[in-house]
């Protein structure tokens, strides 16, 4: 989020020209991100690890997917989620955990009526949003 005085908003090239030549990756990525099942805040990265804040709508669903290279720490904050973890389908509440090993096929819902809240924890050696591959989707993101 930028605030700045309606008599310099025409600066805000500026601030992207000089954040892009900083590296900083804040020109081309907002820290809250909306998708079909709600939205994510990254609230911190650095080498080898990124935590989100997820939340997922009531009957929002992520994709069938998996990474190949980082593995995901799941923490329910508020609701209930249903994960589906290799062969294995289960529900977590508030204060329970699961993690999720690189190339493991999983997916997150939300079953219930409210927001579902959680935080994950991401570890590897490369965390982009590229490294999804995806199995179902239930909003028609899959590419063949």
């Not at 809240?117 to 239930?138: A, H, M, N, S, T």
Request: with cysteine; proline share 4%.
């Amino acid at each position: 989020m930028l605030v700045a005085h309606r008599d310099h908003l025409q600066r805000v090239k500026e601030v992207v020209g000089e954040l892009k030549a900083r590296g900083h990756e804040a020109y081309k990525l907002h820290r809250t991100v909306a998708r079909p099942w709600g939205a994510y805040t990254t609230l911190e990265e650095g080498p080898g690890f990124k935590i989100k804040r997820i939340e997922v709508r009531p009957s929002g669903s992520l994709s069938l997917q998996l990474h190949h290279r980082r593995s995901e720490h799941w923490v329910v904050v508020h609701g209930r989620a249903r994960v589906t973890r290799g062969d294995e389908v289960f529900e977590l509440d508030a204060n329970q955990s699961t993690y999720i090993p690189v190339e493991t096929r999983h997916r997150l819902e939300n079953p219930g009526v409210e927001p579902l809240v959680l935080i994950e924890v991401q570890c590897g050696d490369y965390l982009g949003e590229d490294d999804i591959v995806r199995f179902d989707d239930k909003y028609g993101r899959i590419t063949t």
